[in-house]
């Protein structure tokens, strides 16, 4: 059964391109603004699939970080969980906040072989998510730089992302174990991310990275 729907916000100006637009296409004013509402629809039913860099400036941007991302989904229909190293005071503020931890005991054997330690790690998180939506907040990819590399970093998130995991997992890093690496290293590890981001006391910022020909410096 159809029912009438009032969009608000779309004035005359708004309603007249729109016209404009169907009669040049030869479809009707409504098959357009529902053809609109399908989409959106469709694309809110798919489970989201983000891998995302966060660098924290200090502890003190890692803790405004994690308060604000606890508070927005505590309630929601998400599984939240962590990963890492025990005495990270990331995970040891999630933990305590009620986040599940994915992180397979002994930590140690991450360091040792990265990727046959993720293979347990998912599967461990696999077993005990009971919501359709995962977020995954992993000190692991930081703690591997400064341990070993960010050239060891990279082969890991590389992996991770070969895994095609659903959900979002944000790599949260201490800016200074993944800048103190070479710059081709840095960009490397920020090319395996779909998004990478640093956290400045209670503000987050947006790193766009992109390959771009030389007259770009010449063009508006």
Partial sequence: MTKDLLVRGFDDEIHTKLGDAAGKMGVS??????????????????????????????????????????????NNDIFNTCCGPEDHPG????????????????????????????KKLLKKIGTNADKEQLLVLA???????????????????????????????????????????????????FETHDQVFVAKRDSLYKIHVTKENIHKLFLD
Avoid at 53 to 61: G, H, R, V
Avoid at 162 to 184: M, P, R, Y
């Fill in 29 to 74: 004013l409504n098959s357009i603004v529902k053809d609109a509402v399908d989409k959106w629809l469709e694309a809110k039913s798919q489970i989201t699939k983000k891998h995302e860099l966060i660098m924290y400036a200090d502890n003190e941007a890692l803790r405004n970080l994690l308060k604000s991302m606890h508070r927005i989904t505590e």
């Fill in 139 to 189: 000190f692991l990819t930081g703690n591997l730089a400064e341990k070993k590399s960010v050239s060891d970093s990279i082969d890991f998130c590389k992996w991770y992302d070969d895994q095609n995991v659903e959900g979002i997992t944000h790599c949260v890093a201490d800016v200074k174990d993944i800048l103190s690496a070479n710059f081709e290293d840095v960009l490397h590890l």
């Fill in 91 to 118: 995970m040891q503020y999630l933990v305590k906040h009620g986040w599940f931890n994915g992180t397979v005991e002994p930590y140690k054997n991450f360091l040792e072989n990265p990727n046959t330690y993720g």
